[in-house]
T-cell receptor, first 113, second 110 residues
Framework: NAGVTQTPKFQVLKTGQSMTLQCAQD?????MSWYRQDPGMGLRLIHY???????DQGEVPNGYNVSRSTTEDFPLRLLSAAPSQTSVYFCASRGRGNTGELFFGEGSRLTVL | GQNIDQPTEMTATEGAIVQINCTYQ??????LFWYQQHAGEAPTFLSYNVLDGLEEKGRFSSFLSRSKGYSYLLLKELQMKDSASYLCASRNQAGTALIFGKGTTLSVSS
């Protein structure tokens, strides 16, 4: 039971570099989201998707792009990394139904120098 | 918009009972959630309330008052392993994503 898989788990970037955080889920969930977590700030929603081909902005979308070409995958792209994007990133998914239980990946720790 | 408030830190001793409060302001209520997050790990789901009242799950219970915009998580018979952050969250207005509060770090001592 893989659940939600995020890669990489750790990454160090230089300012201005680009990279993609991968997220895949094998539960056939319609909804997927990306959060970042910083000390004292809790989880903040970056982007989310309610199904393949549909994405929307969350609370802190600037500097990030997403796409949802398949139900399984929801990659997060940093086009030009900045030190302010140093954070722990969590991908999460949930199925239809009212409980709204989110299943989280293990997180990706990104450091931008 | 949405605004979720909860205390930053709480401390308690083993065997005690602790109540973690959460107040929320949302335009269109779609449910209130509690998650637990141990240091260095991903959050895990604890409870969901959409109607007023108390939901009990073993040592953990969650309460909701929609008219007051208020919820609490009650932890009984505290154990050392309950030391964690507890995150209150509500759905966004469209009901498509969860918005989290900043979390309450609970430290349980012996």
């Amino acid at each position: 039971n893989a659940g939600v898989t995020q890669t990489p788990k750790f990454q160090v970037l230089k300012t201005g570099q680009s990279m993609t955080l991968q997220c895949a889920q094998d539960m056939n969930h319609e909804y997927m989201s990306w959060y970042r977590q910083d000390p004292g700030m809790g989880l903040r929603l970056i982007h989310y998707s309610v199904g393949a081909g549909i994405t929307d902005q969350g609370e802190v979308p600037n500097g990030y792009n997403v796409s949802r070409s398949t139900t399984e995958d929801f990659p997060l792209r940093l086009l030009s990394a900045a030190p302010s994007q140093t954070s722990v990133y969590f991908c999460a998914s949930r199925g239809r139904g009212n409980t709204g239980e989110l299943f989280f990946g293990e997180g990706s720790r990104l450091t931008v120098l | 918009g949405q605004n979720i408030d909860q205390p930053t830190e709480m401390t308690a001793t083993e065997g005690a009972i602790v109540q973690i409060n959460c107040t929320y302001q949302t335009s269109g209520f779609n449910g209130l959630f509690w998650y637990q997050q141990h240091a260095g790990e991903a959050p895990t789901f604890l409870s969901y309330n959409v109607l007023d009242g108390l939901e009990e799950k073993g040592r953990f219970s969650s309460f909701l008052s929609r008219s007051k915009g208020y919820s609490y998580l009650l932890l009984k018979e505290l154990q050392m392993k309950d030391s964690a952050s507890y995150l209150c969250a509500s759905r966004n207005q469209a009901g498509t994503a969860l918005i989290f509060g900043k979390g309450t770090t609970l430290s349980v001592s012996s």
